[in-house]
């Protein structure tokens, strides 16, 4: 299994999770896990690696501030840029969230609130 590894924008809670902000290319709904195992990962990591350089592009971030989650096929970004910029994010039909997440191998979500 691979271990959790922390991002610079993590906020660490008082009890241990973590909350970042995220950009997904599609609501999550019931069943979603399920559903990220029926998409092609190499292309859907394609997708997300060209996604992110535009957005970093388009609203001027540094590329080390957004990062492509593998696992979720999700952009990770600090909480700070998703509230800054979430007008400009849901423009390119695209879903700005906070996630709140244990940070272990699982990274079960614990909270997830869509701006």
């Known amino acids: 299994m691979k271990e ?3 991002a610079k924008f993590d906020l660490k809670t008082e009890q241990g999770t973590i909350i970042r ?7 999550p709904s019931f069943n979603y896990t399920e559903y990220l195992k029926q998409k092609n990962k190499q292309e859907e990591i394609e997708k997300l690696k060209h996604l992110r350089t535009e957005i970093c592009q388009d609203l001027r971030i540094n590329k080390q501030d957004i990062l492509v989650d593998e696992k979720h ?3 990770w970004t600090s909480r700070r840029i998703v509230l800054r910029h979430k007008q400009e994010i849901k423009s390119k039909n695209l879903i700005p969230a906070i996630v709140e997440f244990i940070p272990d191998e699982q990274e079960l979500e614990t909270e997830v609130e869509f701006l």
């Not at 902000?21 to 609501?27: H, N």
């Open 21 to 27: 902000g995220a950009i997904y290319t599609e609501k």
């Open 4 to 6: 959790f590894k922390k």
């Open 73 to 75: 096929y999700r952009l």
